[in-house]
């Protein structure tokens, strides 16, 4: 299936939740190159990833709004006129969901119907794409993970997260809000954050390793997980929104996995030097880590024709060397 992404986007209305994130920058720094009419919303809640320098300098067919979607009213404004909407903004933290429970719930499960009430009830038009989390599966019962796994979160973010997605798919079958969902698994690139390790491992170990200190692995290292290049997880949103094919589904990414001791190893290689540890798993991160996984996205490569293409040496190159030159906007 061969979709022509330029033209269908061109001079289309978009709107991106969440749009000062990590995931939500590059997608709108992709559509505006394609002359698309994009309008961001983000709360910039410190602790969620959302960055003014993500769209540094990109001023042209891009308006921000600092908003919170759990407003109604904003959302019910913003929604009406748009032929696309990419919903990013969320709790991600798997940990503050369990500190803060009700706060995620608000974010991503009240926020969320807000949003798709108002679609009902102002604008049918749009295409939804709903960012979820292979987080919702669990710990894997088989491996590779398929879109027929058992869904048995191991934290609240990813009940939540669980429900979003529902809401969607629901709103899509019964009030013909064309929407799908997107299961992504560990997303990395520029523009992430890297302060901690609130949006991914990934992240904090780069920062851990451009200022000369030591990658803590935990557990033995040997749990494997697959990551994807942000401009591939980019490509994957755009093709949701463009295809027909996609309305009320629900696809995996994923990509060839790696442990995460081999990963260690892998950004020390590309960084130059440093080092890594093994240590023991935090009381609080054992009960809701989920071991090894390795998602199968046959579904989105038959559909959509989409699969991972960036290999995973050249995106952590990419992503090492934008830091070193960005640092101090990051950390």
Not at 47 to 75: K, M, S, W
Not at 128 to 135: E, K
Not at 310 to 325: A, D, F, Q
Request: with cysteine; net charge neutral; hydrophobic share 35%.
């Amino acid at each position: 299936m061969k979709i022509d992404l330029e033209n269908t986007f061109t001079r289309k209305r978009i709107l991106i939740t969440g749009g000062l994130g990590f995931i939500g920058s590059n997608l709108v720094l992709r559509l505006a190159s394609m002359d698309a009419q994009v309008v961001v919303v983000d709360s910039l809640i410190p602790a969620y990833g959302g960055n003014t320098f993500n769209l540094e300098g990109v001023t042209q067919n891009v308006h921000v709004n600092i908003a919170d979607i759990r407003d109604p009213h904003c959302i019910a404004y913003l929604v009406q006129g748009q032929d696309y909407i990419f919903n990013l903004a969320g709790q991600v933290s798997h940990l503050d969901s369990m500190e803060d429970p009700l706060t995620d719930l608000e974010i991503n499960c009240r926020a969320q119907l807000s949003l798709l009430e108002a679609c009902r009830r102002l604008n049918r038009r749009p295409k939804l794409v709903f960012a979820s989390t292979r987080q919702i599966y669990g710990r894997p019962q088989r491996l590779p993970v398929d879109e027929q796994h058992p869904i048995l979160p191991v934290d609240i973010n990813g009940i939540n997260k669980m429900a979003g997605e529902s809401y969607h798919l629901l709103y899509s079958r019964i009030h013909g809000v064309p929407a799908c969902s997107l299961r992504l698994t560990n997303t990395f690139g520029p523009r992430m954050r890297v302060k901690d390790a609130r949006q991914t491992f990934i992240g904090l170990w780069l920062c851990q390793l451009i200022q000369k200190e030591q990658i803590r692995v935990y557990g033995d290292g040997e749990q494997e997980r697959d990551l994807n290049f942000v401009d591939d997880v980019v490509d994957a949103f755009l093709l949701a929104a463009a295809s027909p094919e996609s309305t009320g589904q629900v696809f995996n990414l994923g990509a060839p996995s790696i442990s995460l001791k081999c990963l260690a190893e892998l950004m020390i290689e590309l960084n130059g030097g440093g080092s890594y540890t093994l240590v023991p798993f935090p009381d609080n991160r054992k009960p809701i880590d989920i071991g090894t996984y390795r998602g199968d996205y046959t579904k989105i490569r038959k559909t959509l024709g989409w699969e991972p293409s960036t290999p995973l040496s050249k995106g952590l190159l990419r992503t090492i060397e934008y830091y070193r030159h960005n640092a101090e906007r990051y950390w």
